[in-house]
């Protein structure tokens, strides 16, 4: 255990013990790892976390409960919530983000536009609720009526 003195001198000396209970123990170190993951994180991880989040929060602001749990779960299905995700990589057609969507420019964009570009898709392809909302059950019906997921 490290002291300052009176005078401003930095001594060692051997921990006394520790008094605290085995829950409060087990908080701190659930806090000191905690704390180190995030610190090893990388930046750009640490950013597509957060990124995530915030589309996560504005799917839930603009989409009654069972249009948010349809949506969730064709994001689950098409990239397991990873933004930079690409599939049919052998196929003639890549697909890219979020939706799994053709358009190249979701190479590079963020998740949130992602969100629109697919909120715009779904209104047209599978029109609105009767809350004025892109149908996502009815996409997310489809996609399991095809077979691709």
Not at 56 to 81: F, G, M, P
Request: hydrophobic letters at 35%; one cysteine or more; charged letters at 20%.
């Amino acid at each position: 255990m490290n002291v300052i003195d009176t005078h401003g001198t930095l001594s060692a000396r051997a921990h006394q013990g520790l008094n605290a209970s085995p829950i409060g123990l087990a908080r701190v170190v659930a806090l000191a790892i905690g704390i180190s993951l995030s610190m090893a994180m990388p930046l750009d991880a640490q950013a597509s976390d957060l990124a995530i989040k915030q589309l996560k929060q504005l799917a839930n602001y603009q989409l009654t409960d069972k249009q948010y749990a349809c949506h969730n779960e064709i994001v689950h299905r098409e990239s397991r919530w990873n933004y930079k995700a690409v599939g049919n990589k052998f196929g003639t057609k890549q697909v890219y983000g979020l939706y799994q969507m053709k358009s190249e420019s979701l190479k590079k964009s963020t998740p949130i536009k992602q969100f629109w570009m697919y909120w715009h898709y779904v209104a047209h392809r599978y029109g609105h609720t009767e809350y004025d909302e892109p149908n996502y059950c009815g996409a997310l019906h489809h996609l399991k009526t095809k077979g691709w997921q």
